[in-house]
């Protein structure tokens, strides 16, 4: 068996129409008949399953660049493969011809519905394959389901109640059949959490994967655990459960499609059930042997505590299958993306190198301002600092000469941050470990005032902001003058540190006591060096008690999930599910004026550009063409 990121690349390659699997079938023989004569041809027609999955972390993924968290110059905004990010971003999303259609397999999506049709032609057909034990047959019909589930999954974030694709049409169905109507958001969620607990009790499927050569990217009861988990927790949250907004938003049945109406008992219920959907999900983790990821050894020298806590933050992404990533997306290998994520001038001798780093991957300045300080709280309500002088230059001291250069003039922004922000992000006189070097006391800093080596010099380098995305890139790619080799990585989806915060984002939603809400944000402060909730909050924060009660916890709780998991294609969703996208992303994207060399001059918050959200950009619409064809259907509000 060849490597399933092999398998799924050959997969998708061959897609070339609904006709075509795989390219296995002679002419003039039918496609389905062919296609499960035997085991090595219904092999095929599984990866052909699994090469639907979005290429999360790339620019086909709507909460890579449709998002706040990463923009572009006008060079690559421009560009066809980066327009539906950068379209949705602006709120210019469109019914005529929608940006990341993944409804009809559009504008750089790939076609769920397509997806479902050819999961449900494997799920009729597996059990005809002669020369299969029962048990491999139980283990594929398993995985078939679990991407059938995550398939409506990720319809339903996009659009709502979709249509649900339980069985195909038979052939011979007429065009009555055909116009279906969309099932309502509570039968949608229902139907998904079906089939993953379908998933979860097969006995072919196994607990996690073993065959780390063969297998890795395919599923497990691990992973369908982990997925049920924030499946549950996304249907409790306010933008599915009983959102009033769409009351009144009926199909020609006179059936309220989003299900508006609930009782907050019912509202709870959800609540209830996520909390116990994350408790089982992190026993059956924790009992096959997923943990937050601490290495224990690195081959740098002249490492300080500072530099190790950095690394170790760095390596949760980019180490490959290691023991906190559940499930990756080995249909997204993260390799030559690096090159736009590390500036082109990362050391004097990479200036002029144009074989992949361009370095225009910028992160907004809020983004940056998000982490907290060194004393685990946030930058505004730390009580040890200055929150209105935060722009203001100072030098570097020796407290902070693990993560910037030593006595070179900085923000005071910069200082005293916790170790999260120093592994996430590089900017100026910011120390970015890696690029071959082993010894930390001979670390790369960057110079990316005008005129320095990191600089902005000429399109398509030009960073919008002054802060570039450090995380996203592995310790191991190394850019020369003339060349980059890339040290590549398959994108993390769920890993342990979402799964312990998402459970403790339930529990305060059933107003659980915060006494047993914190030990799990504390988990994840710990690993990333910092004290817990409360110590932090009663030793450094303006509003001690603030973590006693479920409002400010639940703020707590958010924050802490943005900073865990910038960068990771997850507060795109987050935000939306929280229904804080409305807030967030109207506010405009800055970072600092990069035109000047001075420290005084440099760190100024300068506007970029603006971002637009309406309230319809929550649900994105079906394409009129759609609408046309199937009277049945119903548009989403605004639309």
Known sequence: MKKIHILLLAASLSLGSCNNYLDIIPDNIATIDNAFTMRTEAEKFLFTCYSYRPAIGTKEDPA????????????????????????????????????????????QAKDMYQALRDCNIFLENIQKVP?????????????????KAYYHYWLV???????????????????????V???????????????????????????????????????????????????????????FNGNMDYA???DNRGIEIFNPQKSETEKLKRWEDAAEACRLAIEFCVGVHYDLYKPEYFDYTNMTDG????????????????????????????????????PRGWTSETVNNTSGT????????????????????????DKEWKYEERYGAAKVGADNAAFMAKDQWTAKFNLNRE?????????????????????????????????????????????????????????????????VTYEKYPFPVIRMASLYLLYAEALNEINTSYENVLPWIDKVRNRAGLKGVEESWTNYSSDPMKFKDQKGLREIIHNERLIELTLESQRFWDLRRWKEALRVFNQPITGWNLLYNSADDYYKETFVFSRAFNVRDYFWPIQDAELWRNKNLKQNYGW
């Open 157 to 179: 974030r996009l659009y709502g109640p979709i249509p649900l694709i339980k069985e195909n049409l038979p052939i011979e169905s007429g065009s009555a059949e055909a116009r």
């Open 181 to 239: 109507y969309r099932n309502t958001l509570d039968e949608c969620f229902d139907y998904i959490v079906e089939l993953l607990d379908e998933a979860i009790t097969s006995e072919g499927l196994p607990d996690r994967i073993e065959n780390e050569t063969e297998e890795l990217g395919r599923v497990s009861k691990a992973v369908a655990y982990a997925l049920k988990a924030e499946v549950m927790v996304t249907a409790a949250s306010p933008l």
């Open 131 to 147: 020369d299969m034990t029962h048990v491999e047959k139980d283990r594929w019909t398993a995985e078939v389901k679990f991407l």
């Open 358 to 381: 361009s370095g225009n991957y910028a992160v907004p300045l809020r983004i940056a301002e998000l982490f907290y300080t060194k004393n685990g709280v946030p930058m505004e309500e």
């Open 64 to 107: 890579m660049f449709g998002g706040d968290e990463v923009v572009v110059t006008n060079y690559f905004r421009e560009s066809a493969s980066y327009q539906s990010g950068w379209y949705v971003s602006r709120g210019m999303q469109r019914s005529s011809d929608p940006y990341f259609n993944y409804w009809n397999g559009q504008q």
């Open 248 to 250: 009144g938003l009926t």
């Open 307 to 342: 530099s190790k806590q950095v690394m170790a933050l760095r390596k949760i992404m980019a180490e490959r299958w290691n023991n906190e990533i559940i499930w990756a997306n080995s249909n997204a290998w993260f390799a030559n993306y690096q090159g736009h994520c590390i």
């Open 419 to 483: 170790a999260r922000y120093y592994a996430s992000l590089g900017f100026d006189r910011g120390i970015w470990m890696g690029q071959g070097t082993k010894d930390v006391s001979k670390s790369n800093y960057l110079k990316a005032r005008a005129g320095e080596s990191a600089a902005n010099s000429f399109e398509p380098s030009w960073n919008l902001t002054g802060f570039w995305p450090k995380k996203l890139t592995h310790d191991g790619t190394v850019v020369t003058k003339n060349s």
